[in-house]
């Protein structure tokens, strides 16, 4: 009697969660698509785009740590070595294609930037992978840092030491059609003029990328490969006992981690037009975990809601207060920069003893750092809902 | 072949202070199996807390200002000559080691205690934490620019520069300061591990933490005082460090931190007299690659010894290798 209840009152619910998702998913698409413009005819709001941007490549980034930290477990401290490895060669190559290539050049360069990283990734994976979790994240930690001392000694007198890519007075290719939109698309709104600026140009391109990786992150972790990774993350041994090949699924996890890490660098010399290896330092690996961390390990909403929180929200007060919107005295607004890490240290030690699954944590994570916790004391019905799906969880929908 | 003396003599001193390092690295992850991350931050906390002693230690003026004018008899004793400098040395060692590992003790009581029973990477990531929390804590509260390791008046605060003369290479005060201290301190933690009741306590808990709590030892106080040891070493390896090179800065503890610990593993983490030979191993290969080879690559140089020791030899030179229980 109770559990037809229970049954009903699930039933009902998933059904009610549904409809509601569809019109909350069609919502935030209107939005996505909407503020930018927003933002862009808005006079005096466009930087905001440029943010948004930079937030969007740092949500590639994040995503694809994700695989490697929140799928497969593995603690990667020199994530940035695979974005500047996906950088330089995306940028080295476009450079001397250019010519042949002319607005296709950012679009193919995205291929050997993605090789780049996979390739760079399979090169640390291969040796190291049977490392224990803690040993690899201090050699990926090592490797991280001989990447970017070997950038900044100039090595194979490729990669201009300090100074970085372009050298001097030289430019990238734009890529097709962003001249064109600049020069062309441009008219008279209520906020403003509206001009199509190659920030706006480039928030859609970073958009698409991360609407494809989500897609293919989505299906993978549904895949065999994805379940094979949960298996290993909780207990390697067992996973192994029961036919995962480890080094193999590991390897996997690392070179596509990597893979989007290299699209991510293109992506971002393509959009700043420069890349030095300021850009790769150990911060920004600590940073790129923080965000997979504080966002939820395994949970694709929870990083890129962390990207927009942890990389978003300081560019934002800082944009807003350079721009005027927002008058804040100097000091306030460097303390607010400041600051940040400070607060991100700590939120990431109180998160750790208080809520290791993150902000919006995947059901699964959730369970598995909380063994103690009764499912079905917590909701009935999405308990049931999990039990009915048998192991695929329904909480990596977009 | 000077040369060679010359840089051999400087990888010794280096090694001496990645020695001091690794032991906390080493003392902590055999009884936790812990990277203790943030124990580079002791290292620059050591750095900054020593120079503050030792200008309140040397300069009159400062230490009116501060509330240490009773100290007016002993600073003119310090400032005169090398009997008194060293004496000043031991009281900074004494004072900056207490604190910073005072600073262990907390971390350890609130960042990694909680954790204790948690997946393996959840300490890890909240020693990422407490290191980029103390480094971004210096650099807003002390200072975000390199301070000079000096008197107020400008100069260093070792009296004599050159110590002897050995077969035509200057060995210099510090260097000799250095090597001497840290083999001394090396030996007195190795006796103490080995000889007393609480080394005996550390071992035990080491060895298997569930089984030593049931024979009586209190677990979390040799915990603690593993998390005080540690620190308090690295404290005076951030000193030498500062007085060595002239200059600390809030971000000095990164690099030697990832390479002491690369010494602990190269001598096979948990064991320390393979702490203490990493570290001299590793200074020497760097200061003779930085020599002969290239300067520029000296880290790279080292952090391909750790990638190479851990694939070859992960149980590193002296440990054996752990097989994962299940």
Redesign the interface.
Known sequence: MEWATISRRATQGVGGIFANKRVLHAGLAVLIILIPLIFQAATGLGFLVRILVIVGIWILLALGLNIVVGYA?L?D?GYVAFYAMGAYAGVLLGQATADVLGGATYYVMLIPGAVAGAVTGLVLGF??LR?????L???T???G??VR??LS?NILGLTNGAAGLPRGVEVMAAPFGMRWLQANVRFDTPLGDFVFSPNLYWYFVVLALIVISVVVINRLDDSRLGRAWAAMREN??AAAACGVNIRTQKLWAFSIGALSGGVAGVTFANVQQFVSPESFI?MES?FV?CIV?LGGMGSIPGVIVGALVIRGIPDLIQGLAVAGVVKLSGTTLS?IT??R??V??????IM??FR?EGMIPSKRRAR??HPDDDVLLVDGSQALEEVDDAGRTSDHGS | MSYLIEQTINGITLGGLYALVALGYTLVYGILLLINFAHSEMFMLGGYIGLLALKVLSDPGLADDLGFGFLEPVQAFFNSGTIGFILMLVVTFLVSGALVGVVGMITERFAYRPLRNAPRLAPLISAIGISIFLQNAVLLWVSSKQLPYSRADGSSFVPVKTAFTLFGVQVSTMQVLIIVTSITLLLALDTFIARTRVGRAMRATAQDRDAAGLMGVDVNRVIMLAFFIGPALGAVAGIFNGMYYGSIKYNMGFIPGVKSFTAAVIGGIGNLRGAMLGGFLLGIIESLASGFISHAYRDVIAFIVLIVVLIVRPGGLLGESVTEKV
């Open positions: 477990g603690l401290l040796p190291v490392l224990r979790g803690d040993y994240a201090i050699v930690l090592g490797f840092e001989i001392i070997s000694n390697e041994v150990f600590v975990v961390v303390s400041n600051y890490f400070l991100f240290g700590l939120l990431m030690v750790m003893a290791p598995e750092l």
